[in-house]
């Protein structure tokens, strides 16, 4: 059926931004403080271009030159919203996932890491099921909110209006601060939104 039909986007060049110990999902928004030359080089190569960057996470976060093998393959091209530079020469800022992709190669790694990355294209059909099971995580979400106090009331209302399967399979675990980076990453890389 042509309507199934998911073509594979084409790859594009971003810079490309190493993450420690954090995963940046589509629909959240991360406060990064970046120290690392070529991390603030990205950044800087962000600025001038669109303010999208790729983000991907680390295997191990005592790594302070990572290479291609270095990092996961599956991240999130991001848009910086927010830049800051501190006195102590660090970068605050704050970065907005846009959507999954997937590391194709590192094409330059001076003055920052370049990356060839593909949009993964998530399936969004809202059926039945789906919708039972929306209900059933929000469900369960409110009630971890109401034990948890570590996550903030007004997110619960956020989480309670959206209706499409992957925003809110996102939008969740960007707000379980128990959850460990492995779990985080292998969250990130399942594209179908139910199994999520």
Known sequence: MPGHLLLPSE???LPLLP???VVVFPHMVS??????ERSINALDAAMVRDKEIFLAAQKNAKTNEPTEDDLYRVGTVGAVTEL???PDGTVKVLVEGKRRARLHKIVSSEPCLMAEVEEVVETSDVRVEIEALMRQVQ?????YVKLNKKVQPEILVSVQTIDDPGKLSDTIVSNLPTLKLPDRQTLVETEEPAKR
């Open 11 to 13: 790859p594009i060049q």
């Open 19 to 21: 993450l420690r110990d």
């Open 31 to 36: 406060q990064l403080f970046v120290g690392r």
């Open 84 to 86: 800051l530079r501190l």
């Open 139 to 143: 469900a369960s979400f409110e009630t």
